[in-house]
């Protein structure tokens, strides 16, 4: 903590400061770690989509030569192309869904008490059960209504199912909403709906713009439901798409990692531009 | 603290009982369109997980498999065969074990992350975002990727290990009964340190100032600094965090599907897993139904101690 109030890495200080130095030198190299350690699974893949399988064999980091054939052979061999358009339809639709059942439970549990104490910790005990409780049952009910493989089905199933993360996520945007702009509105006439669309709404959009990103990010890249419930090529999403690649006798490592990548593209676009509300909204729960 | 004390208080009030809205009738109308309006939450959450549970019992006592449901009930036959049979019970034990060390795994090198980015000056942004990916990338490319870094021809680890000439032999890390589960683990918590990371960096920012400032003019070392004040006051948010790291990781499918596909033996074969394989390869849905309902449980009873825990240190704070 003496390191504190060492804020600049300026040579001089750290010299004069043994134990400033030590602590910044031991940071600098702790942050090096930190960095390497989350990076490199990802530039090894990079590397990997850019070698010839004898070369993927030889173990290096760098490929001996740049191979590009692997992009083209990976989007012709295996649809990623329509993977990738049903992981973004289903994700999207489910994250819609999800907000629109959502916001007005959320403001409405918080704000006014709906369902007392009981309500909310029902809500967050449901996440707790692992999702291969609900696959069996989901399944069946979904067949008997026509809706097994179908991408519509799939976005419903996404929309319920990440309905406690986005209660969860939502109420602690909720809770720090003034609520004196509302009893305003109110006063001056306003009706249930107008009030929630006028004024909630739009105060809450940060909280609503987050929660929307994870709940997309979450149904993008779910594995489990969607490997059961999504039977063909027209309706698989991309994580389905990539896991077939397990059954080949010889696995395609190159192809595989250009098939990754591509479906990486999206999420991390998103998280890049999104940056900040993604982390506004996945820390909104632990400072409450 | 400030905030932390704040904001629950407004809520606690609620909305004063017994106010009308504005130019209506004698009902609460306010109470009542609320309820409406979370009608669809509760629908949704008993098609999800109300009526999946119902649904489960049933099929439990039940004779049942893909094609055809409900063939005639058999009682309880499913439940105690289920916990007769070694391969079910110690699936159940591994995904104990593999959600309690990859949540403590993550956690102190969640913190230690988290601290880090505490302090980082310069590039702060830039470390926040390089971190978050992991937690962005889909799990089934996160097993694609460790996959690739494991393998024995041609994967990273083999190839640095033999450089560094500790090994002559390229090792299947995966394929051997007694590596392949930590290095599942190991992927796990490549993938989750970033969340607990942010969580925990997110929690930081709302210890209050002035205690390291007056424990700073009593001498206290940085590391003393740590263990007597930032931990304590850190507690009940972090218990929050692995609470929530530990159901997700009881959750766990994607990447033992891709990495091991439960082996080699029954290694790697946690209970999801190894309940998915029953359904799918077996087609017995009614030993399936029984044995994910005593999943259900024990994942239950693993996280209650840790919200007591939660609630225990949240009290002694206040």
């Keep these: 903590m003496t390191a504190t109030r060492v804020r600049k890495f300026d040579g001089g200080t750290w010299l004069a400061d043994a134990p400033v130095g030590l602590w910044t030198l031991a940071r600098w190299a702790g942050t090096a770690a930190v960095v390497l350690f989350f990076i490199f699974p990802m530039i090894f893949m990079l590397m990997v989509s850019f070698k010839t399988q004898p070369d993927i064999a030889s173990g290096g980091l760098i490929p001996e030569e740049w191979f590009w054939q692997n992009y083209p052979d990976a989007w012709n061999s295996v649809a990623v192309g329509t993977y990738l358009r049903n992981s973004i339809v289903a994700a999207t639709l489910g994250a819609l869904v999800t907000l629109v059942i959502a916001v007005p439970a959320t403001h409405a549990i918080v704000r006014y008490r709906v369902g007392g104490k009981f309500l909310p910790a029902f809500i967050l005990a449901t996440y707790v059960a692992p999702p291969i409780v609900a696959l069996f049952p989901l399944f069946f009910l979904l067949r008997s209504i026509g809706l097994v493989n179908t991408l519509f089905g799939m976005a419903l199933v996404y929309g319920v199912m990440n309905l406690p993360v986005a209660f969860w996520l939502l109420s602690s945007f909720v809770r720090r909403l003034p609520e004196e702009l509302e009893d305003a509105a109110r006063i001056d006439g306003a009706g249930y709906g107008s009030v929630l669309l006028r004024i909630t709404v739009p105060l809450l959009m940060p909280g609503i713009i987050s929660t929307g990103i994870i709940c997309l990010i979450l149904a993008y890249n779910e594995f489990l439901l969607a490997s059961f419930l999504t039977r063909s090529e027209s309706t698989q999403t991309l994580p389905v798409g990539l896991s077939l690649y397990q059954g080949d006798r010889q696995l395609r490592y190159g192809q595989m990692s250009v098939a990754s990548l591509i479906g990486i593209v999206p999420v991390y676009l998103l998280a890049m531009f999104f940056q900040r509300w993604l982390i506004r909204g996945l820390t909104a729960g632990s400072t409450r | ?318």
């Design chain 2, 1 to 318: 603290m400030a905030e932390l004390d704040t904001t629950p208080q407004r809520t606690r009030q609620g909305p004063p009982t017994g106010q009308r809205w504005p130019g209506t009738g004698g009902i609460d109308r306010r109470r009542l369109i609320g309820w409406a309006v979370v009608m669809p939450l509760i629908g949704g959450l008993i098609v999800f997980a109300v009526y999946p549970f119902i649904y489960l019992i049933f099929l439990s006592f039940s004779n049942s498999n893909l094609g055809t449901l409900f063939r005639g009930w058999v009682g309880v036959e499913h439940y105690t065969d289920s916990i007769g049979q070694a391969k079910f019970t110690t699936s159940l034990l591994r995904s104990i074990i593999f959600a309690l060390m990859t949540t403590v795994a993550s956690c102190i090198l969640g913190v230690c992350v988290a601290l880090l980015l505490d302090r980082a000056v310069k590039g702060r942004h830039i470390l926040r975002t390089l971190i978050l990916l992991p937690l962005m990338t889909p799990p089934i490319t996160v097993a694609v990727m460790w996959q690739l870094l494991l393998m024995p021809k041609g994967g990273w680890l083999n190839s640095f290990l033999m450089d560094m000439a500790l090994f002559s032999q390229p090792v299947s890390f995966l394929g051997s009964p007694t590596m392949a589960f930590p290095f599942v683990c190991l992927a796990d918590v490549w993938q989750w340190t970033p969340f607990i990371a942010l969580m925990t960096y997110a929690a930081l920012q709302t210890l209050p100032e002035d205690i390291y400032e007056a424990a700073k003019l009593d001498g206290a070392s940085g590391p003393a600094m740590f263990w007597s004040i930032t931990l304590p006051m850190l507690a009940p948010a972090l218990i929050a965090i692995a609470v929530l790291k530990l159901v997700i990781a009881f959750k766990v499918f994607d990447l033992v599907f891709v990495l091991t596909g439960g082996g080699p033996g029954q290694a790697t074969t946690v209970s999801s897993f190894y309940i998915y394989r029953v359904a799918i390869q077996q087609f017995d849905i009614g030993a399936a139904a029984a044995q994910t309902l005593m999943f259900a449980v024990v994942v239950g009873l693993v996280t209650i101690p840790f919200t007591t825990a939660h609630d225990i240190a949240e009290k002694r704070l206040t």
